[in-house]
T-cell receptor, first 116, second 106 residues
Framework: GAVVSQHPSWVICKSGTSVKIECRSL??????MFWYRQFPKQSLMLMAT?????????EQGVEKDKFLINHASLTLSTLTVTSAHPEDSSFYIC????????????FGPGTRLTVT | QKEVEQNSGPLSVPEGAIASLNCTYS??????FFWYRQYSGKSPELIMF????GDKEDGRFTAQLNKASQYVSLLIRDSQPSDSATYLC??????FGKGTKLSVIP
């Protein structure tokens, strides 16, 4: 149980275009979703946290108008990278927790974004 | 600035030995601490979380927390080659250390 999927697993886009990444909890209700970014050979950086039906809370330094996060249902959250640039190329990872077990955290497999 | 420090390693231990991974944090008010394992090229997975002083055991893994010393550690008993990975320490799932690379030598 407790599976989180991400789509796409990898994407290449041109500079200036937008990319949407989907994160789904397949067998549980994800009351909280976390979006992380990881550059090569670096650690995870939390971008934002979202609760179902609420606006996402962005970490300091993360542009909310550039990284649009929507958590419209208990099984789906999306991250849209708007007007992507090469410096946005990274490994984007979502994770989720459920209400009854808030410390258990389930990760999606990640999405590798390359902006050319 | 809130920081989490880990020895980057690599830490090499023989198969069957105990691997000890350490982490210190700067925010004295931190309440929850997490250890993750990340294989190369993969997303992380949660190994353990701890929020009370003392030890917490789960199978071959033991997390130890000392809030007075602002120190959290992860012990892996009977280390296996499959434990070879990078281990990330995090405070509140927000601030991460740079990770310690563990190699278990058969």
């Amino acid at each position: 149980g407790a599976v989180v999927s991400q789509h796409p697993s990898w994407v290449i886009c041109k500079s200036g275009t937008s990319v949407k990444i989907e994160c789904r909890s397949l067998d549980f209700q994800a009351t909280t979703m976390f979006w992380y970014r990881q550059f090569p050979k670096q650690s995870l950086m939390l971008m934002a946290t979202s609760n179902e039906g609420s606006k996402a809370t962005y970490e300091q330094g993360v542009e909310k108008d550039k990284f649009l996060i929507n958590h419209a249902s208990l099984t789906l959250s999306t991250l849209t990278v708007t007007s992507a640039h090469p410096e946005d190329s990274s490994f984007y990872i979502c994770s989720a927790t459920e209400r009854d077990h808030p410390y258990e955290q389930y990760f999606g497999p990640g999405t590798r974004l390359t902006v050319t | 600035q809130k920081e989490v420090e880990q020895n980057s390693g690599p830490l090499s231990v023989p198969e069957g030995a105990i691997a000890s991974l350490n982490c210190t944090y700067s925010d004295r008010g931190s309440q929850s601490f997490f250890w993750y394992r990340q294989y190369s090229g993969k997303s992380p997975e949660l190994i353990m979380f701890i929020y009370s002083n003392g030890d917490k055991e789960d199978g071959r893994f033991t997390a130890q927390l000392n809030k007075a010393s602002q120190y959290v550690s992860l012990l892996i008993r009977d280390s296996q080659p499959s434990d070879s990975a990078t281990y990330l320490c995090a405070v509140r799932r927000i601030t991460f250390g740079k990770g310690t690379k563990l190699s278990v030598i058969p």
